[in-house]
C-alpha cells in the first residue's frame, strides 16, 4: 500500500507570520505521517504547532548553525534532515508559507497513485501562485518560478538542494517530474508588512554577512520591501479554506496599499511594463529546477 510522508521545517513562525498552522493542516489530509523540523526559535513555535493535535505529526527539534550564511544553505541542511525521518514511499515537503487548495486533492493522490511503480518519475511538480503584497495581488513574471518540485521518491537518491527552492539527484542532475494540475499557494511575500520587513532582513542572513546586512538595510521601508510591481496581477479566484479565517492575510488594507504603491511607481511600471511587451518577442525562458517527463 502506498504511504506518503509530509516533511517542513519552521523556525520563529510567530515572530516572522508564517501561516505555518494553515500550512500543515492543508496537507495533512494527503500523507499518513507528517515530519516538523523545528529549529531553536525566539517564539512559540513549537506550541503553536502541538496545538494542531493530530497524531499525524512527528516534531523534531534543531539548532540551526547560525555560522552558516551562505547561498541560503542552512534552509537545505535543515530540509534534509527532516526528510531522512520520513517513513513513506513518497515525501511531500511544503515550505512553512506554501499551502495547498482542497480542490486539488483528488487530482494530487490520484497522478501520485498512478505514477507510483514508475521508476522513471523521481517526483512531482506543482503549479505556483506566489500572492505578493496581499492575499489579493500575485506575481506573474518570468524570474519567479512557475513550476517546482514538492513531492518526490523517497529512495535515498533526491535531496533538497540549495536554499531549498529545489531538489537534485545524488548525481547532481535535475529530477524527472510530472506536472500535477494542482496549485501551491504561496503567501511568502503576502502578510503583514511590519513582519515582512523584518522576515526579509533576517532571512538575509542566511545569504550575506553583517557589513552587507547595514549596508544593503539601511533605512529599509515597505517602499523598498515591496518594489517589483511589474507583472503584478489581481487575484479573484478563492483561496484555501484553511486560509479563509487568516484575517490578517486576506486584509483589504493590504490590498489598497498595493494599489497606491503603484501609483507611486507608475513611471517605473510604465517602463518595466514596455520591458515586458519587448520580452515577448525575445524567447526568455523561465527557470525550471526539474526535468518535465
Not at 134 to 155: C, D, Q
Request: proline share 2%; with cysteine.
Amino acid at each position: 500500500m502506498m504511504k506518503i510522508s509530509g516533511a517542513t521545517i519552521v523556525k520563529n513562525a510567530v515572530l516572522y507570520g508564517y501561516p505555518i498552522v494553515e500550512s500543515i493542516k492543508s496537507l495533512l489530509p494527503l500523507v499518513d505521517e507528517y515530519v516538523v523540523n523545528i529549529g531553536k526559535s525566539q517564539d512559540d513555535t513549537k506550541k503553536l504547532i502541538e496545538s494542531i493535535k493530530d497524531p499525524k505529526i512527528k516534531i523534531i527539534e534543531t539548532e540551526w548553525d547560525e555560522s552558516i550564511r551562505t547561498g541560503g544553505l542552512i534552509l537545505s541542511i535543515q530540509t534534509n534532515y527532516a526528510i531522512k525521518h520520513c517513513t513513506g514511499d513518497w515525501i511531500f515537503y511544503l515550505q512553512a508559507d506554501e499551502v495547498l487548495h482542497e480542490d486539488d486533492y483528488d487530482e494530487i493522490y490520484n497522478t501520485i497513485k498512478v505514477f507510483n511503480d514508475d521508476q522513471r518519475v523521481d517526483g512531482f511538480a506543482f503549479n505556483f501562485l506566489h500572492f505578493y503584497g496581499s492575499a489579493w495581488t500575485y506575481k506573474n513574471a518570468r524570474n519567479w518560478y512557475k513550476n517546482e518540485v514538492r513531492i518526490i521518491r523517497n529512495n535515498g537518491k533526491i535531496f533538497s538542494y540549495g536554499d531549498a527552492q529545489s531538489f537534485r539527484l545524488i548525481d547532481g542532475e535535475k529530477p524527472k517530474a510530472k506536472l500535477i494540475n494542482a496549485r501551491i499557494f504561496h503567501y511568502g511575500w503576502a502578510r503583514p508588512h511590519s513582519v515582512l520587513i523584518k522576515k526579509v532582513v533576517d532571512f538575509n542572513k542566511l545569504w550575506h554577512n553583517d557589513e552587507y546586512i547595514v549596508t544593503k538595510f539601511a533605512d529599509f521601508d515597505i517602499y523598498k520591501c515591496l518594489n517589483e510591481l511589474d507583472n503584478l496581477e489581481v487575484f479573484t479566484g478563492r483561496h484555501p479554506k484553511v486560509m479563509m479565517g487568516n484575517k490578517e492575510f486576506l486584509s483589504l488594507e493590504n490590498f489598497l496599499f498595493i494599489m497606491q504603491l503603484r501609483e507611486k511607481y507608475i513611471k517605473q511600471r510604465s517602463i518595466l511594463q514596455y520591458l515586458k511587451a519587448l520580452s515577448k518577442k525575445i524567447p526568455i525562458g523561465r527557470y525550471r529546477g526539474f526535468k518535465k517527463i
